[in-house]
């Protein structure tokens, strides 16, 4: 049995207080809360990242660790001072440029073909794998490559913090035969996650962190439906607004479009149309090519010429700041598409394109004053700006990469909300790419998958 008491404070403000933890060996605990600055310092102490090393005098530094530098008091533990942390960019984890690197310097191995087939194998990858550079990887490849060294590790341990929106139903398939396989050996295995009903069944004990405290709670509470009344209200609200849609043009059009990187097959032949007033949720297999098609919608990937038309217009014909009016694009890390820096330049930037409920919608939800760094802003936060500063009178497309990863309840409320208003303000088309199993199928989209190199409906 492992013990751990904490707390921690940062400027004399207590964000986690008293939290007790008893880690039971060959069991798997499930904390989950509203994601905020509490639940991800959390998570970062059970890694052991934090609290953070002393700082320089940095004042840009400063600025991005000022909440990571707390005082953490123990007053009971025992806790491994060493355990295998993955946590929601895979990318931070993965070091070096091919994946046998990965897997023979992270591990500390010789190139062993056995070995490695046995450690890739418990996410269902191949050893074709091995020479594949983690560049030309999906962000669902590296995570199951990330997820393939943290249970490789010979910690007691293993910490998942916001993991399962990256996988697909094998790769989710997978985790819980790596979680059990775990449990048998006497490891512990905490997990931190929004989207986590896929895993009820290696789920030994479930937490609650709320008020700055950890709660024990009844597991079938927990696995019971999540949904609020505010989020069935926000989900009728856009049902009904998709329905009441009338207009269905052609906004996107897509036509026997091939695509390969190097020698690795995407697509082949494939044809889609986008129509306007509806709403696309795409799904499939990591690996398959989804965020590589929003990539190729938004021209960031080349293509052929005359293979797809936007307005009737082939793609390839627009400038780069024509297909930003007529394109929308939050991928999954909206922090790399933030060139504004305070709330005060989006605010300029919004109230010059006199959209009234762009302007709504900013002010509803952000309501600091104009000097607020948007490097205080949360991941959620992060999304939902950049979905409304994106939008303009000319916009014809939104695209949303995995929109819900990491959003609580509360955040998925606000998504529906935003979503819901952008819909009945304006013609527009919505192409959702996403693995939320849980919120997805309620939505009334089109649902389509990827499919031997096509994208067809589901």
Not at 117 to 140: A, H, M, P
Not at 182 to 193: G, H, P, S, T, Y
């Amino acid at each position: 049995m492992k013990e751990l008491d904490f707390s921690y404070t940062i400027k004399n403000k207590i964000l986690l207080n008293q939290i007790h933890l008893s880690l039971q060996e060959g069991s798997c605990l499930l904390i989950n809360g509203d994601e905020d600055k509490a639940f991800t310092i959390l998570g970062a102490i059970l890694g052991r990242i934090l609290p953070c090393m002393e700082l320089p005098d940095i004042d840009s530094l400063k600025l991005l660790y000022r909440d990571y530098n707390g005082d953490l008091t123990f007053s009971k533990n025992n806790y491994p001072d060493e355990v295998s942390y993955i946590g929601c960019d895979p990318d931070r984890h993965l070091l070096f440029s091919e994946v046998w690197e990965e897997l023979s310097a992270q591990l500390g191995l010789a190139f062993d073909l056995e070995r490695f087939r046995t450690i890739l194998n418990q996410f269902s990858l191949s050893v074709n794998y091995l020479d594949r550079k983690i560049e030309t990887l999906s962000g669902g490849e590296k995570m199951k490559i990330a997820l393939c060294l943290a249970f490789s590790f010979p910690h007691e341990v293993i910490i998942l913090h916001g993991v399962v929106p990256w996988l697909d139903k094998q790769g989710r398939k997978d985790l819980m035969q790596a979680i059990t396989s775990a449990k048998q050996n006497n490891r512990i295995v905490i997990i931190l996650e929004q989207e986590y009903h896929c895993l009820e069944s290696v789920i030994d004990y479930t937490y609650l962190l709320s008020d700055q405290q950890l709660s024990l709670t009844e597991k079938t509470q927990m696995f019971n439906d999540p949904f609020s009344q505010n989020i069935i209200d926000q989900l009728y609200r856009l049902n009904t607004a998709i329905e009441n849609k009338k207009a269905k043009e052609v906004i996107l059009d897509i036509n026997q479009l091939s695509f390969s990187y190097g020698t690795n097959l995407i697509y082949q032949n494939m044809s889609l149309k986008l129509m306007k007033n509806t709403i696309y949720c795409l799904n499939g297999d990591n690996g398959t090519g989804k965020s590589t098609l929003a990539n190729i919608i938004f021209k960031m990937e080349k293509t052929d010429l005359n293979r797809i038309s936007l307005l009737n217009k082939d793609i390839n014909s627009y400038s780069r700041q024509e297909i930003n009016r007529y394109i929308a694009y939050v991928g999954q890390f909206p922090e790399n598409q933030m060139i504004w820096n305070t709330i005060g330049e989006c605010r300029q930037l919004i109230q010059s394109r006199q959209l009234d409920f762009s302007l709504t919608l900013f002010e509803k939800f952000f309501t600091w004053s104009d000097a607020y760094p948007l490097v205080y802003l949360n991941f959620a936060e992060l999304k939902f700006l950049l979905t409304i500063m994106l939008i303009t009178r000319e916009t014809r497309l939104l695209i949303l990469d995995e929109p819900t990863w990491s959003l609580d309840l509360p955040g998925i409320e606000r998504w529906l909300y935003i979503l819901c208003t952008i819909l009945n303000e304006m013609d527009i088309s919505i192409f959702i790419i996403s693995h939320a199993h849980s919120i997805m199928p309620l939505i009334k989209a089109v649902n389509l998958k990827v499919e031997n190199y096509r994208i067809v409906q589901a």
